[in-house]
């Protein structure tokens, strides 16, 4: 029996399971906790299942002597420093494949309330401003034939590109899967929708920057469900101010949670949604289950089934 620190309550069974073989503690609360105190409580730790707002930094790694396995609840584990893990031989999982559809849903979701402004709109019927039917009012972007540039065509990227093919858009992408992969200047000069699905690494970092926002038409629609520090947030804020780009909306900011008084919020045409990517409870089960398998594989002294690093 080993020793898990858990830091947030899960849906579904799946923590029951992991009790049921090891003495697992779960942090009760609805703030994540601080790094401190994620520090002290990972210091006797065997097993870490651990999320987006935990950072797992080299300290934090380098404290945990007893550290064996790190299972971060979701697919992206940039919160991880994975080569101060693989260093010590812990193992690092993630949970992918059972968040592909949800996330792809969301950010069809978002690319459709941003193409017809339906955040606007309904704002206006609770503001009582619907005081006639207007052929002029809130006229949006057309969807159907328009061409969507995927930036990563990763498992994301290609759900994303299946929803796409069912309204009739045109998919370009930056992906190395077949011959049709474009440059990002191109993909970005010839898109009506650009969707990011790549994962936040250095080169990703500021991808999308005063720069590359330049290159995007003024009818262009941004939509990241993939890491916030992908888009340089500043130069975004600019770009929707200044036409350079029409619309933006946002599943993921840097930082996260992002302050109500941020700048950014400030910015027009611009959705932001509080990082419910993932949001079904289907998915979010699913991902509990991929976790705590990952973590009852790594304490067996098996390879987690979605390990992330060779130890
Ligand atoms: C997760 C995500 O819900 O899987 C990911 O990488 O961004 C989300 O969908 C989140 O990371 C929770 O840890």
């Not at 949970?95 to 996330?103: E, G, I, K, R, S």
């Not at 159907?144 to 065509?153: E, N």
């Not at 929803?163 to 191109?186: K, P, W």
């Not at 919020?265 to 079904?280: F, M, W």
């Amino acid at each position: 029996m080993a020793y898990c620190f858990v830091t947030r309550q899960l849906p579904g069974t799946a923590l029951e399971r992991l009790a049921a073989v090891h003495e697992v503690d779960i942090w009760p609360e609805r703030l994540p906790p601080d790094p401190a105190t994620l520090r002290k409580l990972s210091v006797g730790a065997a097993g870490l299942l651990t999320m987006v707002s935990d950072p797992v930094d080299a300290s934090l790694i380098a404290a945990s002597s007893g550290l064996e396995a790190i299972a971060n609840y979701g697919v992206g584990y940039d919160n991880v420093d994975v080569e101060a893990a693989t260093e010590r031989g812990i193992r690092v999982g993630n949970t992918p494949d059972v968040l592909t559809d949800a996330t792809a849903d969301l950010t069809f979701a978002l690319l459709l309330a941003a193409a017809r402004k339906l955040p606007q709109a309904i704002a206006t019927v609770r503001a009582g401003d619907w005081i006639t039917w207007e052929p002029m009012a809130h006229l949006g972007a057309e969807v159907q034939g328009a061409t969507l540039g995927i930036v990563g065509l990763g498992r994301i990227g290609q759900a994303v590109a299946r929803r796409a093919q069912g309204f009739d858009m045109n998919v370009l992408h930056t992906g190395s899967r077949s011959g049709s992969r474009i440059s990002l200047e191109s993909l970005l000069q010839r898109s009506d929708f650009v969707s990011l699905h790549c994962p936040l690494t250095p080169e990703t970092f500021h991808l999308i920057n005063e720069r590359t926002l330049a290159l995007m038409r003024p009818t262009a629609i941004l939509i990241n469900t993939a890491r916030g520090p992908i888009v340089d947030q500043p130069a975004l804020r600019t770009a929707l101010e200044n036409g350079t780009i029409a619309g933006a909306a946002l599943d993921v900011t840097d930082p996260e949670p992002l302050p109500a008084n941020d700048p950014l919020l400030s910015g027009p045409n611009l959705i932001v949604a509080p990082h419910i990517g993932s949001g079904t409870r289907a998915a979010r089960e699913r991902m509990a289950d991929l976790a705590v398998e990952n973590l009852l594989a790594a304490l067996a002294g098996r390879r987690m089934p979605h390990q992330v690093n060779e130890v």
